[in-house]
């Protein structure tokens, strides 16, 4: 599936969350969200960009911009991944991997010469009116919440 780009309509989703619930792109149109999809929970970098969103949560929310992780964890492993790092950023289980591949970050990686599918790091900032206004692709960790937020806050 061909990633997506500025100017395309985000794909809405539902999905259960953590802490219970369920979350969904639609429940947000009118204003803009920052969807950060991550491989994995309890990971070194995962946790380094939850803990860093989290950080600037507050900032992102005064911008009135709303912020959503997103893995293929299921919301078991979120709760404890929340709770264990004291996240206050929502995060969305995709166990299904229906949102991964329709956004096309569920990619092949290579890891020591192994090949297995998992999710590229991957920021989409969505527009209030549901298109995506830009895209972090392979994202690195350090500065990147920063950014976002500082793109969003231009919107």
């Known amino acids: 599936m061909a990633r997506l780009g500025p100017g395309d309509v985000a794909p809405d989703f539902e999905l259960p969350r953590d802490g219970g619930g369920a979350i969904s792109l639609s429940a947000h149109r009118g204003k803009p969200v920052v969807l950060f999809f991550y491989p994995k929970d309890d990971t070194k970098a995962c946790t380094e960009e939850a803990i860093s969103f989290s950080g600037l949560a507050a900032e992102f929310e005064a911008a009135g911009v709303a912020l959503i992780g997103l893995s293929p964890d299921s ?3 979120h709760d404890r991944f929340a709770k264990k790092h004291n996240l206050t950023v929502t995060l969305a289980a ?3 991997k229906n949102v991964v591949n329709a956004y096309g970050v569920w ?3 290579s890891l020591y010469g192994r090949k297995y599918m998992g999710v590229e790091r991957t920021t989409f900032l969505i527009n209030p009116d549901g298109t995506i206004n830009r895209v972090w692709e392979k994202v690195r960790v350090a500065g ?3 950014e976002v937020l500082a793109a969003a806050k231009a919107l």
């Open 75 to 77: 919301v078991k492993q």
């Open 94 to 96: 995709d166990e299904e």
């Open 107 to 109: 990619v092949e990686k």
């Open 144 to 146: 990147h919440a920063s």
